[in-house]
Each structure stands twice: as structure tokens, then as C-alpha cells.
């Protein structure tokens, strides 16, 4: 018997492969029996497995076909009286633990194997792409679950930006799923208590809790664009300043104004000219940048500023 079984747990591990593919953030999801799509996901043995890691990076190559390069671990879900995930089945009914993991690459390419793909992380999270405005299903889902409840509310127009004395925050993604969750505005909530949801559920469903994992990854990337260059882990080598723009438009949700994303990406001198032109663009010629890498001496590679139009 392993130390999960002899402790009633069982240790989950899930990973969040992100990259950029046709100016979309998308994410690398494999199939389920009820046909709803999870991320790489794997049981961890402790008797068999030697560390978290190499566990996590055997079985997403195995059933994605897919190389993990650098992964952080983003968090371990397991909290008490959750629904999601469920115990496991039998007469055990042990507790389950899921660690996520985020990984990024630059490769969208296909051939991954067991029908895993490459899915918009938007569709899974339509109300965190704000390019489009307001999400008017979401406002009112969200006004008629507070009916009147001034504390409700309060949480639902700062989460939301509801309201113009609110400021959109793009970072907290996870607060704003569990919300919807209370709310039951997403499809889980009522999936977890065994219930048909009354009407549509916006954004699409995810296995156990993987969509809490899926905001959990992007909350932090958006965080990460701010302080480290991660943007330079999900493009190619050589990128347009306008493909680097629309990279960051579509992680963070926002539209960014172009003069002013130009001029600071020029002030953190984390790219360089490399002398070439585009001839994609469909207008006139572009020209080519890389990324420069970190400082070799002092270790420095700032993040980028985001700033959205008004």
C-alpha cells in the first residue's frame, strides 16, 4: 500500500502548458470520458515516482505527446468540503490533492498524440478578455445572484469593475472563477452539487477542478508580464513589435496602447533590432526584434508595462 492510500489521499498532479498561437494565449487540454476537456493530468505514486516533477513531466509526454521544458509550481488544491475534486472512488474514498504546475513554450506545433490540442484559454474564461467591453451575461448573472445584498454586491462590482469607480484588475483571475462558482454562474458549481444548470453557463467546462487550476496559471502569468520577461517564453525567436503587443493583449485581456507599449518595451532594452524585415504583415515590411536575454552581470530582466487604452 502507498503513503497516499494509508494517509486517505491521493496526490494529483496537473499541469498548465501555456504558449501563443495565432495572437490567442492558448492551452494544451486532453479529452474525458463526459467530453470536456482537462489539462495533462497524472496520479503521483510515492512508492514509483521519484520527485513531483519528473512524475508530472513522464505522463504529460506520455499522454500528450508533449516535452515539458521549465515548469513552477503554482499551487496545491485540496481544501476541505470542496466538491472538486472528488474523492476518490471505492470504498477508500480517499481525499484528493491536486498540485498544479504552469509551463511555457514558444511551440504551438501539433502532433501531440491521445487527441490532446491546443484550446483558447479565452473560452474557458470569456469574461477575462476585456477587448471587447463589459461581459453583459456575467453583470447580469451577477446582479440578480446579490439581489440587493449590499455585501454581495460590493465584492461583485470590485472583482468586476462593475461600475466606474471600480478598477479592472487583470490579476485576479482565480477570485473572480470562484465567485462565478458561488454564484453558481459556471458550469462546475452545479456539476459539483449534482444539479442541471437552469440556463447557459458562460465559458466552457473543465474536468474535476482544472478550471480553478486554468485561472489560478493565468492569474499569476499576468502577474509575471509585469516584474519578468516571461512574454519572450511564449514567442518565437525573432517577433514584430506589433506580434509582441498582440502576444501581451492576449494574455493580459486588454487593449494596450501602441505608442506607449512601443516606448516601454525601448526603455527595459530587453529586445534589439535584428536587421531583418517581415514580409507576413500585409503592409508594409516590419521589422524583425529579438529578445536579448538576461543581464549577464547584475541578473536584471524587468517585465513589461501594460498600458491599456482608455
Known amino acids: 500500500m502507498t503513503q497516499g492510500a494509508e494517509d486517505g489521499v491521493r496526490i494529483g498532479l496537473s499541469a498548465v502548458v501555456m504558449t501563443l498561437r495565432d495572437r490567442q494565449a492558448v492551452v494544451l487540454t486532453t479529452p474525458t470520458e463526459d467530453g470536456s476537456r482537462a489539462l495533462p493530468f497524472g496520479p503521483f505514486d510515492p512508492v ?3 520527485t513531483f516533477e519528473r512524475a508530472l513531466r513522464d505522463f504529460v509526454t506520455a499522454q500528450t505527446g508533449f516535452r515539458l521544458g521549465f515548469v513552477e509550481q503554482l499551487y496545491t488544491f485540496g481544501d476541505a468540503g470542496r466538491a472538486s475534486p472528488r474523492a476518490t472512488p471505492g470504498p477508500g474514498r480517499h481525499r484528493e490533492v491536486s498540485v498544479g504546475y504552469l509551463a511555457l513554450t514558444p511551440d504551438a506545433a501539433e502532433g501531440q498524440t491521445h487527441d490532446a490540442r491546443w484550446d483558447a484559454v479565452f473560452e474557458f ?5 476585456r477587448r471587447g467591453g463589459q461581459d453583459t451575461q456575467i453583470t447580469k448573472g451577477l446582479h440578480a445572484w446579490a439581489d440587493g445584498d449590499e455585501h454581495r454586491l460590493a465584492r461583485a462590482r470590485a472583482l468586476f469593475a462593475l461600475t466606474a469607480d471600480h478598477r479592472w484588475n487583470e490579476e485576479r483571475v482565480l477570485e473572480r472563477y470562484e465567485l462565478l462558482y458561488e454564484a453558481r454562474l459556471v458550469a462546475e458549481a452545479w456539476r459539483d452539487a449534482d444539479l442541471s444548470p437552469t440556463q447557459p453557463m458562460p465559458g466552457r467546462i473543465m474536468s474535476s477542478d482544472h478550471r480553478r487550476i486554468l485561472a489560478t496559471a493565468l492569474g ?5 508580464l509585469k516584474y519578468r520577461p516571461v512574454l519572450f517564453d511564449l ?8 506580434e509582441l503587443q498582440a502576444g501581451a493583449e ?3 485581456g486588454l487593449s494596450l496602447h501602441k505608442q506607449n507599449f512601443r ?16 514580409s507576413t504583415t500585409g503592409g508594409r515590411p516590419a521589422e524583425l526584434f529579438r529578445f536579448k536575454g538576461v543581464d549577464a552581470q547584475t541578473g536584471a530582466a524587468p517585465g513589461l508595462s501594460l498600458p491599456a487604452q482608455r
Do not use: Y
Not at 474564461?125 to 478578455?129: I, S
Open 125 to 129: 474564461f470569456p469574461w477575462e478578455d
Open 263 to 278: 516606448r516601454g518595451v525601448e526603455r527595459t532594452g530587453l529586445v534589439e533590432p535584428t536587421g531583418q524585415l517581415s
Open 48 to 50: 514509483r515516482d521519484r
Open 220 to 224: 499569476r502569468l499576468r502577474s509575471k
Open 250 to 252: 492576449a494574455v493580459s
Open 235 to 242: 514567442t518565437p525567436g525573432v517577433f514584430t513589435l506589433s
